[in-house]
Nanobody, 119 residues
């Protein structure tokens, strides 16, 4: 079974920084596009950033210029460096990945990590 294991969430003051990590583990041959999403209480889950296997990146307008997504293909890991954090960034952050096991490709989700930004 494939699992995505997240770490790095926590409490930070406005203007501070956090770095999230998400590692895919299991019988994995390759992880294609990986991404980060977030969901605040009472809100829908929104895209934050995505990165393809080759390094092409997209960002939500709300985080552009403040967040940086990156990945280490050898470790099947995606990162999210979050700088200049704002209270409105408070949410549960979920990673996902398109995972090849053999000839089967499936999207997996991490279980979420809480990010809280105090004013």
């Amino acid at each position: 079974q494939v699992q995505l294991v997240e770490s790095g969430g926590g409490l930070v003051q406005a203007g501070g920084s956090l770095r999230l990590s998400c590692a895919a583990a299991g019988r994995i041959f390759k992880v294609d596009t990986m991404g980060w999403y977030r969901q605040a209480p009472g809100k829908q889950r929104d895209l934050v950033a995505t990165i393809t296997y080759g390094g092409s990146i997209t960002y939500a307008d709300s985080v552009k210029g403040r967040f940086t997504i990156s990945r280490d293909n050898a470790k099947n890991t995606v990162y999210l460096q979050m700088n200049s954090l704002k209270p409105e960034d408070t949410a549960v952050y979920y990673c996902n990945g398109e995972v090849w096991m053999l000839y089967d490709k499936k999207t997996y989700w991490g279980q979420g990590t809480q990010v809280t930004v105090s004013s």
